[in-house]
């Protein structure tokens, strides 16, 4: 049985030990699931180590092969026919670059930035990503290790599978971590966890607001369906529940920008900036710069919600294009799709101030651990310089909107209105 997290955020530790316990399993499917896990064994035994990852996608590739069929369903898995998942990445390569030559490159300090106040050694941050120990057991603490050790920012999931002080605990001195948080039916059980985290150190908090309504996640779903011979021995018995269904119970989906109960409340106990992650709109943008959120974060929650809905760069596309002066008002990131250096470029060209990476990092700790994590951002850093020396900027701050937009000749409506 899956259990929610409890009152602070803190998922019982029972139930991220890895994959399902195979006593609870019926008979007949032990010498089927007994085959799955031969084959997984060999795929490890034949998987490639850490270094030798040439591309982000090769650890998704790799994780298909080797993660138990719990942990790829819940990691992979998306709404309904998919449609946001993969328009997330087919949007990304909508946009081109336009580069320019015989430019003086620098061949120090290329990837260094800021955001949200944080020095970052590249401008990616692990966006909140749960449940790591059904692909490690040592959980989202790779994470954490491993992005201290590269320089960026965690953003802790609030359905971590490691406790918070775990994670505080596993940091640098020097390392930035920033709590995730769903706002509770309980309240008092939000004011408690808040004042937690800043006293543990935390630098903002990013709330999300993109959880409108438990989506059924496909995958997630089909891998908890009884078999028939489970159905008819348990006639009575309650369905199983999705992880994603499992570990969501105590969220409150009711907000609304009337009551602005989830900013007063934010503000009222803590002095960390505030993130709202979940926008999709360029009038909710300018509705969280009304309101005093320091950060938006633009994302369809790796589409895991509401299937349909737009893809992140293009909504930093419209931002760009029709409110430019947003970008004065409120910082702007994005996650969703991201899975290469040059994905990350076009959106940092855009005007995001960073850009976060979900499955990835799963996928890469569920593979390889801490040392598979590390991989995966240094691919990243790898990616986003070697991009930028290509298109003719030395640095971050060198990037202008003019150097990407759509695909094709920029010709009458496909010119983007922000070229000069």
């Known amino acids: 049985m899956l259990h929610p997290p409890d009152a602070l955020g803190t998922l019982p530790t029972e139930y991220c030990l890895g994959p399902v316990d195979p006593e609870t399993l019926p008979a007949q499917e032990e010498e089927e699931l007994s085959e799955a896990e031969q084959l997984r064994q060999q795929a490890r035994e034949n998987m490639p180590p850490a270094e030798n990852m040439v591309m982000v996608q090769d650890f998704e590739d790799w994780a298909q092969k080797v993660l138990s069929e719990t942990a790829w369903a819940y ?54 990503a749960a449940m790591a120990k059904l692909g490690h057991p ?74 409108m309504w438990q989506s059924k996640r496909t995958m997630d779903v ?55 992650k979940g926008v999709q709109s360029v009038e909710d943008v300018q509705l ?17 919600q509401a299937d349909y809905s737009p893809a992140p760069i293009d909504i930093l596309y ?47 700790n569920g593979t390889h651990g801490e040392e598979g994590v590390k991989r995966v951002i240094n691919i990243f850093q790898e990616e986003i310089a070697s991009t930028m020396r290509n298109i003719g900027v030395s640095k971050i701050q060198d990037l202008k909107p003019e150097m990407v937009g759509p695909a094709g000749p920029w010709v009458g409506r496909n010119r983007p209105p922000y070229v000069p």
Request: proline share 4%; charged share 25%.
């Open 75 to 128: 990691y992979r898995s998306a709404a309904d026919e998919e449609m946001t998942f993969t328009e997330n990445r087919d949007a990304l390569r909508r946009y081109f670059f336009r580069p320019r030559i015989l430019q003086k490159n620098s061949t120090e300090g290329i990837t260094e930035t800021t955001f949200m106040g944080i020095p970052t050694s590249v401008p990616i941050f692990i966006s909140p």
């Open 288 to 304: 969280c710069a009304d309101h005093g959120v320091q950060g938006v974060i633009l994302s369809n929650h790796g589409g895991r």
């Open 318 to 364: 419209e931002v760009r294009s029709l409110r430019p002066e947003l970008f004065d008002k409120v910082e702007i990131m994005i996650d969703g799709g991201i899975r290469t250096g040059a994905d990350a470029v076009k959106a940092l060209a855009l005007g995001a101030k960073a850009v976060g990476i979900g499955r990835p990092a799963l996928y890469a």
């Open 138 to 211: 040592l959980g989202e603490v790779n994470l954490t290790k491993a992005a201290g050790e590269c320089g960026i920012v965690q953003m802790i999931s609030a359905n971590a599978s490691c406790g918070l002080e775990e994670m505080f605990e596993a940091k640098r001195e020097d390392q930035s971590l920033i709590y995730q948080l769903y706002l509770n039916k309980d309240r008092a059980a939000s004011e408690t966890l808040i004042q937690k985290v800043e006293k543990l150190g935390a630098k903002a908090i990013v709330f999300t607001v993109d959880v």
């Open 222 to 276: 089909r891998a908890k369906l009884p078999s028939p011979a489970e159905a008819a021995a348990a006639a009575a018995a309650p369905a199983p529940a999705s992880v994603s269904h499992a570990i969501s119970g105590y969220q409150d989906y009711n907000l609304t920008w009337s009551d602005l109960a989830f900013i007063r409340l934010l503000k009222k106990n803590t002095k960390l900036p505030i993130i709202v």
